[in-house]
């Protein structure tokens, strides 16, 4: 077929391009605002990229266009394809019923931690011979791509809560026919579509009423957002993770190439674990993922020693420079609770480094004011932070925009050394006069950040 994808560099849109197009399909499609590292990937795969929204892009005619969340009813792209008669569906609608199909289906879903599990998940059954498919919100760096076409029976996926398309109004993950689940955590997110907590925790119902009787739940134990849906589901056969849990873990050792911890099964069976990741959050997106195969029946030992060849995800603890002194670490890290927990966790292994921050409110929700004390906290085990403007607010109300500057003021109240600034070049100064005689430097946005990370690179 010839297929037509409207907003095609997203980060699931681009994988599934690719997913296309390794099942012999014709794919193409078109974005603005175009930034790496899915754009280079495309651009890797020669799939042609139109830059901007036009309703000429659809010509020549394709067979079936894939309409990305990004796109509105009323766009003149939307209406010239609706008046041209020609078949479209959703992202996720194509996933359950044209790859995952009759595959077993593990969906990896929660506010936090997706990527990482989804894809070490992925790396572990791998290792195991199992030949998965996958696709991942980021880019794996075991594999060099965020997707693989299935080769076997099985198929792991990212199950973002994130809704489908303007006539498809629902989670994403609700398509994607799940019948292993890890449920990493539940929190207010995406407030550009849910309207509360309750909101949220809806959307996960939507996800539990799908698994089948043969399917399997796996959920963080010390959430008690995910207790609180767990008691509808009686029948649903659920274990649990994390601490005081049915698979749990102990004796937790952080340093500079990752973390020991022992697992414990709930045979009564101890492990000892190393993986290459760092801070307690990773304890539990390693845990999740070893608990799930051991449930599966996997033989435990195997899957542990396979962590070692596990390298990571572009933009998720990725160390993309260093010299002598300095060490520089990009993350996707934009809601509070993510922040935090990797500046405790960095805090935890890099102890005698000097932390300095780069953050940018770019997602839907950093952009507002609901954690502007949230993102406070966050930032206290920071030495230097640098925040830049909020990625443009203009369909923001003002009484709902996250206030930049108060939030430096409030972060130097507390002791952390705090600078706002709207433009790059007015920092540099700033950020050389900071470097201490060890730093661990950490660049947080889920955008380009105008470009910062190479810029970070050459001050270096």
């Not at 966790?345 to 940018?360: L, Q, R, V, Y």
């Not at 007015?426 to 660049?443: R, S």
Request: glycine share 6%.
């Amino acid at each position: 077929m010839k297929i037509y994808m409207m907003g095609i560099c997203g980060t699931a849109m681009a994988s599934l391009a690719g997913l296309l197009q390794d099942m012999g399909h014709e794919v193409r499609g078109s974005d603005q605002n175009v930034y790496p590292p899915m754009s280079d990937m495309l651009k890797s795969l020669n799939i042609e990229i139109s830059e901007g929204y036009k309703p000429e892009n659809l010509h020549p005619r394709p067979d079936l266009v894939i309409v990305g969340n990004v796109m509105s009813r009323n766009h003149p792209e939307v209406q010239a394809l609706i008046d041209s008669k020609i078949p479209f569906t959703s992202l996720a609608n194509c996933i359950g019923e044209k790859i995952i199909d009759h595959r077993d289906s593990y969906v990896v879903a929660g506010t936090h931690g997706k990527s990482t599990t989804t894809s070490l998940l992925t790396w572990v059954m791998e290792s195991l011979g199992k030949e998965p498919g996958f696709l991942v919100g980021a880019i794996p760096l075991n594999f060099n791509k965020s997707f693989r076409a299935p080769k076997k029976d099985c198929f792991v996926i990212e199950g973002d809560e994130y809704d489908t398309a303007y006539f498809d109004k629902v989670p994403k993950f609700i398509h994607y026919k799940p019948k292993y689940v890890i449920l990493n955590s539940i929190e207010f997110d995406h407030a550009d579509i849910y309207k509360d907590l309750d909101a949220v925790k809806d959307a996960f119902k939507m996800l539990l009423d799908r698994i089948p009787s043969d399917g399997k739940l796996l959920y963080l134990n010390s959430d008690a957002n995910i207790h609180s849906i767990l008691k509808e589901y009686p029948n649903i056969d659920a274990k649990s993770f994390g601490e005081d849990a049915d698979y749990s873990f102990s004796d937790v050792e952080f340093h500079q190439n990752g973390t020991r911890f022992q697992l414990n099964t709930p045979d009564g069976k101890s492990y000892l674990v190393n993986s290459p990741m760092y801070g307690e959050f990773n304890v539990w997106n390693v845990l999740s993922v070893l608990s799930m195969l051991h449930l599966r029946g996997f033989d435990l030992e195997k899957a542990i020693d396979s962590l070692n060849g596990f390298k990571g995800l572009k933009r998720r603890q990725e160390l993309i420079a260093e010299n002598s002194n300095t060490k520089v670490i990009e993350d996707f890290a934009h809601h509070p609770s993510a922040v935090e927990l990797l500046l405790d966790g960095m805090s935890k292994s890099f102890k005698e480094e000097k932390k300095i921050c780069f953050f940018e409110p770019r997602s839907a929700t950093s952009r507002r004011n609901i954690f502007q004390k949230e993102y406070v906290k966050a930032f206290s085990k920071a030495d230097v932070v640098f925040i830049k403007q909020a990625f443009d607010q203009s369909k923001i109300a003002d009484d709902e925009r996250l206030d930049t500057k108060k939030l430096v003021q409030d972060i130097e109240a507390q002791g952390v050394k705090a600078i706002y600034f709207s433009d790059l070049s007015e920092i540099w100064e700033e950020f050389e006069a900071q470097l201490g005689d060890k730093n661990l430097v950490l660049i947080m946005s889920n955008g380009a950040f105008d470009g910062i990370y190479e810029k970070i690179k050459a001050h270096i």
